[in-house]
């Protein structure tokens, strides 16, 4: 240590350990070590020895439509399995643990949870919002420019409106704008407890970010010298307040993998049906992207994650008892916090709607469950009954939507993109973007055992479990079989005999793997279902 450079000072005090997700890649990364200069600010005026090291992290955007998709969701096996070893081999006393971006968040919780040696959490903070370059009092992100494609497509917008539609999108470092995996994430990363007040929402170019960076670099201290470690944060009940405010918040899909996993590792029963039993009683109270007109940044000044938590608490939704990881209780921390914009955080009383925001189904096509985003359904849409459409790969289906062959009633069945077929469950924000751009958003559903961007709206039903590659019912479906889904009855169900169904199986084959080597051949072989988290077993 002393060849590092360290005096016998900064050896005799705590070690805190800083996972850095830095990288010149991802948009919400590229700023990261100016907030990890702040950390250790933070972490040195406190009297600690500040020991930064770097983790990997994939940017789903740059990652799609090309192999490199597969290896999103398995890469937070890896941050987490290289947060432990860097942990483990160069034993800290606490650990600041900095994502930004999807896997990146759920993979650091991982760790922690699997370390449980004191441990904080500080984003690098939402992406600001774009402005139509048509329309300026309208906000744009990410998925408009997906959406683009698929209306240029459809001959409804020229090239040159997308270029201009590209220029103006993603106007500044952060995580993308809306409420989508990264944004859900970080905002749940807080109502879990496992990081300061501010941490979900303060957008990524604000100074108050850098403050709230210097804060934790402080706050790390004060939890090793009261020694709370993450499992007293990361509690069963913290569990449930997280879930609460997802939906609330009418969060990505994506949540539901990676609580799943994050439980896991913190030795936390999470059932599937848990998530239906809190979306029942908890109502949509925030209308953000892609489901509606607000983002990150509205929901900022709005008040934040804890005015959110606040409005539920005060109608007896969250367990306030929870201990966070300001060192005090989620009541303490609630104790003054107001809503500053109803119109951004509804009451409770006039919700957007009265369940929440994500929703679980069950049926002979998917026995373990299936995922929706039901706050970003239109009504005509929550129940629908059509004739499969059937595609055995994530481009197969998209070349039928953008060729035209998809028609109003269909639905869209994509198989063998599970974590093990695909390998690596890839997003489907793709598909789902030309259908919404190609103007059948209102009338087609999707149905997949892959998964969806936290930017996917309409009737897009992803997770389904199990997956096709492992000879589930997905691996059954016929071109023109009817399905049909009722999302208020919680039910997806293929409306064919059971004894048919188990008599196509029993002639199935199961698919070569697409990939036969390497990493992601280790992970098909290992990985569960995406009901259980998409977990490596």
């Keep these: 240590m002393k060849a590092?450079?360290?005096?016998?000072?900064?050896?005799?005090?705590?070690?805190?350990?800083?996972?850095?997700?830095?990288?010149?890649?991802?948009?919400?990364?590229?700023?990261?070590?100016?907030?990890?200069?702040?950390?250790?600010?933070?972490?040195?005026?406190?009297?600690?020895?500040?020991?930064?090291?770097?983790?990997?992290?994939?940017?789903?955007?740059?990652?799609?439509?090309?192999?490199?998709?597969?290896?999103?969701?398995?890469?937070?096996?890896?941050?987490?399995?290289?947060?432990?070893?860097?942990?483990?081999?160069?034993?800290?006393?606490?650990?600041?643990?900095?994502?930004?971006?999807?896997?990146?968040?759920?993979?650091?919780?991982?760790?922690?949870?699997?370390?449980?040696?004191?441990?904080?959490?500080?984003?690098?903070?939402?992406?600001?919002?774009g402005r139509n370059p048509v329309d300026q009092k309208l906000k744009i992100d990410l998925v408009s420019v997906f959406e683009a494609v698929g209306a240029v497509r459809a001959?409804?917008?020229?090239?040159?409106?997308?270029?201009?539609?590209?220029?103006?999108?993603?106007?500044?470092?952060?995580?993308?704008?809306?409420?989508?995996?990264?944004?859900?994430?970080?905002?749940?990363?807080?109502?879990?407890?496992?990081?300061?007040?501010?941490?979900?929402t303060i957008p990524a170019p604000m100074s108050k970010r850098i403050r709230l960076a210097k804060q934790t670099g402080l706050q790390i201290m004060a939890l090793l010298e009261k020694n709370i470690t993450p499992d007293k944060i990361m509690t069963s009940r913290a569990f449930m307040n997280a879930l609460t405010v997802d939906m609330a918040l009418g969060c990505s899909?994506?949540?539901?993998?990676?609580?799943?996993?994050?439980?896991?590792?913190?030795?936390?029963?999470?059932?599937?049906?848990?998530?239906?039993?809190?979306?029942?009683?908890?109502?949509?109270?925030?209308?953000?992207?892609?489901?509606?007109?607000?983002?990150?940044?509205?929901?900022?000044?709005?008040?934040?994650?804890?005015?959110?938590?606040?409005?539920?608490?005060?109608?007896?939704?969250?367990?306030?008892?929870?201990?966070?990881?300001?060192?005090?209780?989620?009541?303490?921390?609630?104790?003054?916090?107001?809503?500053?914009?109803?119109?951004?955080?509804?009451?409770?009383?006039?919700?957007?709607?009265?369940?929440?925001?994500?929703?679980?189904?069950?049926?002979?096509?998917?026995?373990?469950?299936?995922?929706?985003?039901?706050?970003?359904?239109?009504?005509?849409?929550?129940?629908?009954?059509?004739?499969?459409?059937?595609?055995?790969?994530?481009?197969e289906a998209t070349a039928a939507i953008l060729g035209g062959k998809i028609n109003p009633k269909d639905v869209v069945v994509i198989r063998y993109e599970g974590p093990s077929g695909g390998p690596g469950m890839r997003e489907m924000l793709t598909p789902t973007s030309a259908i919404a751009g190609m103007g059948l958003g209102a009338s087609c559903a999707l149905i997949t055992d892959g998964r969806f961007s936290g930017g996917t709206k309409g009737a897009c039903i992803g997770h389904v479990s199990p997956e096709a590659a492992t000879g589930g019912p997905m691996a059954a479906v016929m071109e023109n079989d009817i399905i049909k889904i009722d999302i208020p009855a919680k039910s997806i169900t293929l409306m064919v005999a059971q004894d048919q169904i188990q008599e196509r199986l029993a002639r199935w084959v199961k698919p070569e793997p697409k990939i036969t080597k390497g990493y992601m051949a280790r992970y098909a072989r290992q990985v569960s279902s995406a009901g259980q988290g998409a977990i490596i077993q």
């Design 4 to 129: 590092l450079g360290l005096t016998d000072r900064e050896i005799s005090q705590p070690l805190i350990g800083i996972a850095n997700a830095a990288n010149e890649l991802i948009p919400g990364h590229m700023h990261l070590d100016t907030l990890v200069t702040a950390v250790k600010t933070g972490i040195s005026m406190a009297g600690g020895t500040a020991m930064e090291f770097s983790t990997i992290g994939v940017c789903d955007g740059i990652a799609m439509n090309h192999a490199g998709m597969h290896y999103s969701l398995p890469s937070r096996e890896l941050i987490a399995d290289s947060i432990e070893v860097t942990a483990m081999a160069h034993p800290f006393d606490a650990i600041v643990m900095v994502p930004n971006c999807d896997k990146i968040v759920p993979g650091m919780l991982m760790a922690a949870a699997r370390l449980n040696i004191p441990a904080i959490f500080i984003s690098g903070g939402p992406m600001l919002a």
């Design 253 to 395: 899909t994506n949540t539901v993998l990676h609580l799943a996993a994050i439980a896991h590792e913190a030795g936390i029963p999470l059932d599937l049906s848990m998530i239906n039993q809190v979306s029942e009683k908890t109502p949509h109270i925030c209308s953000l992207s892609p489901g509606g007109p607000d983002h990150i940044q509205d929901l900022d000044q709005a008040g934040g994650i804890q005015s959110v938590m606040k409005e539920l608490a005060d109608h007896h939704l969250m367990d306030t008892s929870c201990l966070t990881a300001t060192g005090r209780s989620v009541a303490e921390n609630l104790s003054g916090i107001t809503v500053l914009d109803p119109a951004v955080i509804r009451p409770v009383a006039d919700p957007y709607h009265t369940r929440g925001g994500l929703a679980v189904l069950f049926g002979n096509l998917a026995p373990e469950g299936c995922v929706v985003k039901q706050s970003a359904v239109v009504d005509d849409m929550l129940v629908h009954q059509g004739p499969a459409r059937v595609f055995d790969s994530e481009e």
């Design 155 to 200: 001959g409804r917008m020229d090239e040159k409106d997308l270029a201009a539609v590209e220029d103006c999108a993603c106007p500044s470092c952060g995580s993308c704008a809306g409420m989508f995996t990264a944004n859900s994430m970080n905002c749940l990363t807080e109502a879990i407890g496992m990081a300061l007040p501010g941490n979900g």
